[in-house]
């Protein structure tokens, strides 16, 4: 998770995240390249370097018509790739509904019977030793990593938005319609979120916590949690 004065993003848990983070990087790259061009021209024509001849000539106009289109080219194709890829879900191992509510979740395991729980904050009052304030609640959300998870999310009252930065993941949690999403987490581990969305008076007491384990962690906490 984020922790005070971090400039960047957080580690990438997921594909897509670590596709985003490469992108950003990219484009941040072809800005610099921008910024530094203009202002090394700004510089010559403020050095007088530059005669009117130059600016007006026709193979300038050329280039800085060209010029454009190719950056944005450069930027516009990662940019649909991407899009693409986010878009993309193929054969989940593990379908969750994510539901949204004034102020909590409700998670269900549409594949397994009965498997469905609340997901309320914790208060500061009742907030273990060594747990994030504002950030732990009181029933995680449990994935197996390296696995293909899709997830259903919508709202039951107003607008919410599911969203789980280390995973590259936020979807608008929309009442009477059903968005989808897919993620796989790369490694083991526990990831923060929160209700990305203005959805009332305890908009920021709606955090998200997925917890990523091995197949036979999940495997078991399943069993436990259906029996």
Same mark, same amino acid.
């Given at each position: 998770?984020?922790?005070?004065?971090?400039?960047?993003?957080?580690?990438?848990?997921?594909?897509?995240?670590?596709?985003?983070?490469?992108?950003?990087?990219?484009?941040?790259?072809?800005?610099?390249?921008?910024?530094?061009?203009?202002?090394? /021209? !700004?510089?010559? &024509?403020?050095?007088?370097?530059?005669?009117?001849? @130059?600016?007006? %000539?026709?193979?300038?106009?050329?280039? #800085?018509t060209i010029l454009p289109a190719i950056v944005l080219i450069m930027l516009a194709l990662p940019s649909l790739? /991407? !899009?693409?890829? &986010?878009?993309?879900?193929?054969?989940?191992?593990? @379908?969750?509904? %994510?539901?949204?509510?004034?102020?909590? #979740?409700?998670?269900?395991?549409?594949?397994?019977?009965?498997?469905?729980?609340?997901?309320?904050?914790?208060?500061t009052t009742d907030l273990p030793l060594g747990h994030f304030r504002l950030l732990e609640v009181d029933h995680?959300?449990?994935?197996?990593?390296?696995?293909?998870?899709?997830?259903?999310?919508?709202?039951?009252?107003?607008?919410?938005?599911?969203?789980?930065?280390?995973?590259?993941?936020?979807?608008?949690?929309?009442?009477?319609?059903?968005?989808?999403?897919?993620?796989?987490?790369?490694?083991?581990?526990?990831?923060?979120?929160?209700?990305?969305?203005?959805?009332?008076?305890?908009?920021?007491?709606?955090?998200?916590?997925?917890?990523?384990?091995?197949?036979?962690?999940?495997?078991?906490?399943?069993?436990?949690?259906?029996?």
């Amino acid at each position: 998770m984020a922790n005070h004065s971090q400039f960047g993003f957080q580690d990438a848990s997921s594909p897509i995240m670590e596709e985003l983070i490469e992108f950003h990087d990219h484009a941040l790259m072809v800005a610099l390249a921008i910024c530094s061009l203009v202002l090394y /021209i !700004l510089a010559l &024509m403020l050095a007088e370097k530059l005669s009117s001849n @130059t600016v007006d %000539a026709q193979e300038i106009e050329l280039i #800085w018509t060209i010029l454009p289109a190719i950056v944005l080219i450069m930027l516009a194709l990662p940019s649909l790739q /991407i !899009l693409y890829m &986010m878009d993309e879900i193929n054969e989940p191992d593990l @379908t969750l509904k %994510a539901i949204g509510h004034q102020w909590y #979740w409700t998670y269900e395991y549409t594949d397994f019977k009965d498997l469905t729980f609340d997901s309320y904050m914790i208060p500061t009052t009742d907030l273990p030793l060594g747990h994030f304030r504002l950030l732990e609640v009181d029933h995680r959300v449990i994935i197996p990593m390296e696995s293909p998870i899709r997830i259903i999310i919508t709202a039951n009252d107003v607008l919410h938005a599911w969203a789980v930065p280390a995973l590259g993941v936020k979807t608008d949690a929309i009442p009477g319609r059903l968005n989808q999403t897919s993620f796989i987490t790369t490694r083991p581990g526990i990831f923060y979120g929160q209700c990305s969305e203005i959805c009332g008076a305890n908009h920021s007491y709606m955090p998200i916590v997925v917890e990523s384990t091995p197949l036979t962690h999940f495997e078991h906490w399943s069993s436990l949690m259906t029996s």
